[in-house]
Structure formats: structure tokens, C-alpha cells
């Protein structure tokens, strides 16, 4: 038993940093200018199909197809923001929210047109790692590896390069940020594409391990609100933490009892934690 337990806890954490990284674009988002970004599931779905179709007709190697689709997911950012987001962002959420679900519908209604809502599969292996009595496939492992890259990589960029310094200037106070030379309507774009390339990035990392179709980016957007509801609205770091203990939840509950409670216990958890402790865990106190 005590083996079962470890292997699944093991099993969950793998893919609760590819969770966690998920719900980095939502989190950041929000987290710079206060905008519910309610595209983010089918913008995971873009990730996924993006992998798949480089993989399945250009033979590209799916980890190798998550460069191409980083930065396809920035200037998908950058055109989505100016389009729908940039002449709502000081207009009541009401607006915002209802800018970004229709670039959801949009996105949805032309990938289900195109793709229909069948399952795919990216046929990649890389053989399976043992350590110890824990076998773990090497796909899933390179997966969550290049999950914690993404996030030491922007952790980095946010506090080590200028423009990352210019986005949490803008998001720590806009309007002083600007009396600073800082160009905040440049400023979001670049937050607002990096959201988005983090979805796109973690939808790709998704196809690699799962079955996907059209409209699994939804279920992963669900799953990216309670991440970010755990560790923090508007923490990128609190979100990796949420997206662990997700991953451990989805490992360990099957071992105990049906896998059909796994979703009862994670949206327990989210009440809870908004009733007892609405910052997140990782969230500072107002």
C-alpha cells in the first residue's frame, strides 16, 4: 500500500506542474491588470492542436513544436489583446468578461468546425524511467521538466530583465508606472501575451501525455481557476503550489476511493479555501 501511495503521489506531482503552469497565464493575467481571462481553455486547446498537427504532418518532435507554439501564443496574445481587451480594460469587469468568453465562442466554434470534438492522440514515446519501484513514462516526465523550465524561465524574466520589472511595476500601480516614463499600454500586451503563451505552452505539454479534442482546454480551465484560487489570485508561484496539490488530489483519492470523488474533493477544497482563506495560501493579506 505504502508503495501504491507513493507512486500515485508521485504520479500526481508530474502532472500537477504541468497544472500549475496552466493556470500561470490565467494568474498573471489577472494579476496585472484585473482581467478574468475567460479564453484561456480554448487558448490551451490552440496549444494542444498546434503540437499535434506539427507533430502528425510536419514531423516535427512535439517538445521542439513548443517553441514554434510559444511564439505563435504571443502574438496570438498580442493580436487578442488589442482586438478584444485593450478598450475594455478600465470598463466594468462585466465588459471584459464578456470580451474574452466571446473569444472563446470564436475560437470553439471555428476549431469544432474544423476539427470536430473527436479525440486525437500525439503517438510520441520516449519509453518509460524507473526509479526504484516507481516507473514513470518519459514523455510525462519530460513534460513536467520542460513545466518547471517555463516557470524558471519566466520567474527570470520577471524579476531579472527589464521588461519584466516594467510588468510588475504596471501591475503593482499603473498610473505611476506611466508618470515613470513606462509605456503601460505596451506593458500589457506583453503581460497579456505571456498569459497566453503559458496556456498555449501548457495545452502542448497536455497533448504530449493525454488524449485531447476541442474542447478539453474547458476542463483544464476549471482546473486553473481552483489552482489559482489556492495559491493566490495573481501569484505565478502560487500557482505551480496550486497546481501540486491538484496533481496530489488527482494521485492519491483514486488509491482510496473512486476516482468519481476526485472532483467533489477539488471543488470542496475551493470553497473552502475561499470561505477560510480568500487571498489563496500563498496570497499576502490585505
Known amino acids: ?94 465588459s471584459s468578461l464578456l470580451s474574452t468568453f466571446s473569444v472563446n465562442m470564436m475560437i470553439i466554434g471555428v476549431g469544432t468546425a474544423l476539427l470536430t470534438t473527436s479525440s486525437y492522440n500525439v503517438e510520441y514515446s520516449l519509453g518509460s524511467f524507473e526509479f526504484g519501484f516507481f516507473r514513470v513514462p518519459g514523455a510525462r516526465l519530460m513534460a513536467a521538466l520542460a513545466a518547471l523550465v517555463v516557470t524558471g524561465l519566466l520567474y527570470l524574466f520577471m524579476y531579472r530583465t527589464r521588461p519584466g520589472k516594467y510588468i510588475r511595476a504596471v501591475a503593482d500601480n499603473r498610473a505611476s508606472a506611466e508618470l515613470m516614463g513606462i509605456p503601460s499600454t505596451r506593458i500589457l500586451a506583453l503581460a497579456f501575451g505571456i498569459g497566453v503563451m503559458l496556456a498555449v505552452v501548457a495545452g502542448g505539454l497536455i497533448a504530449t501525455i493525454l488524449p ?38 488527482e494521485g492519491l483519492v483514486p488509491v482510496v476511493m473512486k476516482t468519481t470523488w476526485v472532483p467533489v474533493i477539488e471543488y470542496a477544497l475551493f470553497v473552502l479555501i475561499l470561505l477560510v482563506r480568500p487571498q489563496g495560501l500563498m496570497g499576502a493579506k490585505k
Open 212 to 249: 485531447i479534442n476541442i474542447l478539453a482546454g474547458g476542463s483544464f480551465e476549471l482546473k486553473s481557476f481552483v489552482i489559482v484560487v489556492l495559491g493566490g489570485l495573481g501569484n505565478p508561484l502560487g500557482a505551480l503550489f496550486g497546481g501540486l496539490i491538484l496533481g496530489l488530489i
Open 1 to 94: 500500500m505504502g508503495e501504491v501511495l507513493i507512486t500515485s503521489a508521485l504520479d500526481g506531482l508530474l502532472i500537477g506542474v504541468i497544472y500549475g503552469l496552466a493556470a500561470m497565464g490565467l494568474t498573471l493575467i489577472f494579476g496585472v491588470m484585473d482581467v478574468i481571462n475567460l479564453a484561456h481553455g480554448p487558448l490551451i486547446a490552440v496549444g494542444m492542436f498546434g503540437v499535434y498537427l506539427l507533430f502528425t504532418f510536419l514531423g516535427i518532435n512535439p517538445f521542439v513544436a513548443l517553441l514554434i507554439m510559444a511564439v505563435i501564443g504571443l502574438l496570438l496574445g498580442f493580436f487578442i489583446y488589442f482586438v478584444a481587451v485593450n478598450r475594455v480594460i478600465d470598463a466594468p469587469p462585466l
